[in-house]
């Protein structure tokens, strides 16, 4: 597993591992509100985690990213090409062994993301909204119960 730490230097490349995970996502967001979110993780969201650790490949790629503040699993995002291999889930269990993340937050429309969250364990603790690109999701906290 080459699980790290992220560089300031890799926000756009990690942007670009959360936008490619889309093409296989069962919610999408329309290509303007992509550029706009993308943009908004690069400058806001992204730097103020308190961290970001990044999967490579073999070869020193970025698969996927998890993004962890506050104990909570903000994104966690894994190329389309890198899914279904257990990336996610070493993702995640990196977030909660190593960084003491203890809750993951999920936008509700994303079926496919819940489903992996409750099948590695998580269970749905609340909800509410948040807002994207002047439009407002439904956002799940989910807690890690072991």
């Given at each position: 597993?080459?699980?790290?730490?992220?560089?300031?230097?890799?926000?756009?490349?990690?942007?670009?591992?959360?936008e490619d995970s889309l093409k296989t996502a069962d919610f999408i967001?329309?290509?303007?509100?992509?550029?706009?979110?993308?943009?908004?993780?690069?400058?806001?969201?992204?730097?103020?985690?308190?961290?970001?650790?990044?999967?490579?490949?073999?070869?020193?790629?970025?698969?996927?990213?998890?993004?962890?503040?506050?104990?909570?699993?903000?994104?966690?995002?894994?190329?389309?090409?890198?899914?279904?291999?257990?990336?996610?889930?070493?993702?995640?269990?990196?977030?909660?062994?190593?960084?003491?993340?203890?809750?993951?937050?999920?936008?509700?429309?994303?079926?496919?993301?819940?489903?992996?969250?409750?099948?590695?364990?998580?269970?749905?603790k609340s909800e509410s909204f948040v807002e994207l690109c002047d439009?407002?999701?439904?956002?799940?906290?989910?807690?890690?119960?072991?």
């Amino acid at each position: 597993m080459k699980i790290r730490k992220a560089e300031k230097s890799q926000l756009e490349e990690i942007a670009a591992v959360w936008e490619d995970s889309l093409k296989t996502a069962d919610f999408i967001f329309i290509k303007e509100d992509i550029e706009k979110i993308k943009h908004k993780m690069v400058k806001e969201y992204l730097p103020q985690m308190d961290d970001i650790y990044v999967y490579y490949s073999f070869f020193n790629e970025v698969v996927g990213f998890v993004a962890v503040s506050e104990k909570t699993i903000k994104i966690l995002s894994v190329a389309s090409w890198g899914q279904s291999g257990g990336l996610g889930t070493s993702l995640a269990e990196y977030a909660v062994k190593e960084l003491g993340a203890e809750n993951a937050e999920v936008l509700s429309e994303k079926k496919d993301a819940m489903a992996f969250y409750k099948h590695i364990g998580f269970k749905t603790k609340s909800e509410s909204f948040v807002e994207l690109c002047d439009k407002n999701f439904a956002l799940t906290c989910m807690h890690y119960e072991n």
